[in-house]
C-alpha cells in the first residue's frame, strides 16, 4: 500500500501563488506516475498535472498549463505543484493520486480511474 498526505492548501487572493505538496510513504517502490486532481463544489474531480517517473514527463489540463508546475523529490518521495496567478475558479479540493501500474498512453492518465492511490485532499480557496 501506498500513503498519500497532502498540505499546503489555504485561503489566498486572487493572484497569488502557492504550492501543494504531496508526501507518498509506504510501498512507493515501483512508482510509474504521480499527479494531482481536483474537485471544485459541484463538479466533478478534474486532472490538473502529472509526471510520470518511467519517461520523466510532466503534463497538465490545458486550464493550468502556464501557471502550473509539477516538480519532484525523489530522495523524499514528495511531489509538488507549484500554482501561480490563482484565479476564483482554481477554488477546489486538490488531491494527489499515485499509480504502480504500466499504462498504454499518457492521456489515459487524464481519467481518476486510472491511478491506484489517493491522499485525502488539501482545500484550496481563492478569494476574488
Known amino acids: 500500500q501506498v500513503q498519500l498526505v497532502e498540505s499546503g492548501g489555504g485561503l489566498v487572493q486572487a493572484g497569488d501563488a502557492m504550492r501543494l505538496s504531496c508526501a507518498a510513504s509506504?510501498?512507493?517502490?515501483?512508482?510509474?506516475?504521480m499527479g494531482w486532481f481536483r474537485r471544485a463544489p459541484g463538479e466533478e474531480r478534474e486532472f490538473v498535472a502529472l509526471?510520470?517517473?518511467?519517461?520523466?514527463?510532466?503534463d497538465y489540463a490545458d486550464s493550468v498549463k502556464g501557471r502550473c508546475t509539477i516538480s519532484r523529490d525523489n530522495a523524499n518521495m514528495t511531489v509538488y505543484l507549484q500554482m501561480t496567478s490563482l484565479k476564483p475558479e482554481d477554488t477546489a479540493v486538490y488531491y494527489c493520486a499515485a499509480r504502480k501500474r504500466l499504462y498504454y498512453m499518457r492521456s489515459d492518465l487524464y481519467r481518476e480511474r486510472e491511478w491506484d492511490y489517493w491522499g485525502q485532499g488539501t482545500q484550496v480557496t481563492v478569494s476574488s
Open positions: 509526471f510520470t517517473y518511467n519517461y520523466g514527463i510532466a
Open positions: 509506504g510501498d512507493t517502490y515501483g512508482m510509474i506516475a
